[in-house]
């Protein structure tokens, strides 16, 4: 996975199979990656972004990468709270660089981006959309502004 991070491991939670993934990268810092492989109610995407945020704590990560790539309709309560539990969460934790890959859904690309736009607006987190994934992992873990 590039010159800069070694995956360490890939997750799924018991209960959460078919809707998420997430890998943790290690390297200069550590980057926590959450992979939507579909639609997941509100209480599942709830419960896995929190064990995405305890994972993230326990591992010390310092940059996120949001595979929304493969993530079915998302409900506007589950945006909002994104953005008033996770988003600040991150920058709680010490999270520097929040790298997404946009679903492959028009709508979904239109409206998660928007609410990460407006969000992100009020908060010290770099932010940064991509569709490759390596570059994502990569910038995610950078130190500086490139």
Not at 86 to 114: C, D
């Amino acid at each position: 996975m590039g010159d800069h991070l070694n995956s360490i491991f890939a997750y799924a939670s018991p209960r959460r199979l078919s809707i998420s993934e997430y890998h943790l990268h290690m390297g200069p810092c550590n980057v926590l990656e959450t992979e939507w492989l579909g639609f997941a109610g509100t209480s599942d995407f709830q419960h896995v972004i929190t064990e995405a945020i305890a994972l993230a704590r326990q591992h010390g990560a310092t940059g996120w990468v949001a595979d929304d790539r493969h993530i079915g309709p998302v409900r506007p309560k589950n945006m909002k709270w994104v953005a008033t539990h996770l988003l600040p969460a991150l920058v709680e934790l010490g999270i520097s660089r929040f790298a997404l890959l946009e679903s492959a859904e028009t709508m979904n690309r239109f409206l998660i981006g928007s609410m990460y736009q407006e969000a992100l607006a009020e908060l010290p987190l770099e932010f940064r959309k991509f569709t490759d994934v390596e570059v994502a992992r990569n910038w995610a873990c950078a130190q500086s502004a490139d």
